[in-house]
């Protein structure tokens, strides 16, 4: 079965830094998407990435797949507060509907 | 601005009870998921809908946990009866098929005394 693995686990950075979550797929990702979720909240969407070396930004995070499409990177620029929470990849199962995720990295950014 | 919505937001029951779980997809969204996350086994999915056809809840214990969706702007998840180990938060999410996004409701916050 396929497997998203997320490193580091836990992130702590001072506000200004920059930092990248990395998540890794023992197969192709067919779509590969990154959510954020904070404490008693739901996941919110951030980007979605489909095609090898494809690479969006949002604001200050920025999100690359590469080209053997098994590999994405989460990058914040210049972290604040606000960028605090748990990041989450999730990647379509192949052939299937349903998202299936990494076990997460908890972000903190300390003022 | 369109919201996946879920209620209750928090449920605390004893052991052996129902508990009903409602969700209100994004309208115009033809697929519904239900997903459960704990911090021992993280974001775990139960089951989901296509046009409110069920197509997959090999995540769900049958004996215990039924999913429904009794229209397109009404999904259900419901246990009974209800253990400790259930006690986890529950999401929704919609979407509009495969390979599109999934945008997921706040969650229900469930504890099983």
Redesign the interface.
């Known amino acids: 079965s396929q497997e998203l693995e997320q490193s580091p686990q836990s992130l702590i950075v001072q506000e200004g830094k920059n930092l990248t979550i990395n998540c890794t797929s023992s197969k192709t990702l ?2 590969l ?1 990154w ?1 954020k979720q904070k404490y ?6 951030l980007m ?1 990435l ?1 095609k090898g070396g494809e690479e969006k930004s949002h604001e200050k995070i920025t999100a690359k797949l590469d080209e053997k499409k098994q590999q994405s990177s989460l990058h914040i620029t210049a972290s604040q507060p606000s960028h605090a929470g748990i990041y ?1 990849c ?1 990647a ?1 199962g192949a052939g ?9 990295t908890r972000l903190t950014v300390i003022p | 601005d369109a919201r ?1 919505t879920q209620t209750p937001r928090h449920k605390v029951t004893e052991m052996g009870q129902e508990v009903t779980m409602r969700c209100q997809p994004i309208l115009g969204h033809n ?1 519904v ?1 239900w997903y459960r996350q704990t911090m021992m086994q ?2 775990e ?1 139960l089951a ?1 809908f ?1 046009n409110r056809a069920p ?2 809840d090999s995540g769900m214990p049958k004996d215990r946990f039924s999913a429904e969706m009794p229209d397109a702007t009404l999904a259900t998840l419901k246990i009974q009866p209800s253990e400790p180990r259930d006690s986890a938060v529950y ?1 929704c ?1 919609s979407g509009l ?3 599109q ?7 229900t ?1 469930l504890l099983v005394l």
């Not at chain 1, 299937?96 to 997460?104: I, Q, V, Y």
């Not at chain 2, 996004?101 to 969650?107: A, D, L, S």
């Open positions: 067919y779509g998407y959510y008693g909240e739901g996941l919110i969407f979605m489909q989450l999730g379509d299937a509907n349903n998202l299936f995720f990494g076990t997460g | 996946v697929t998921f993280g974001l999915l989901y296509r197509l997959d999401f999410a098929g495969q390979g996004t999934q945008y997921f409701g706040p969650g916050r």
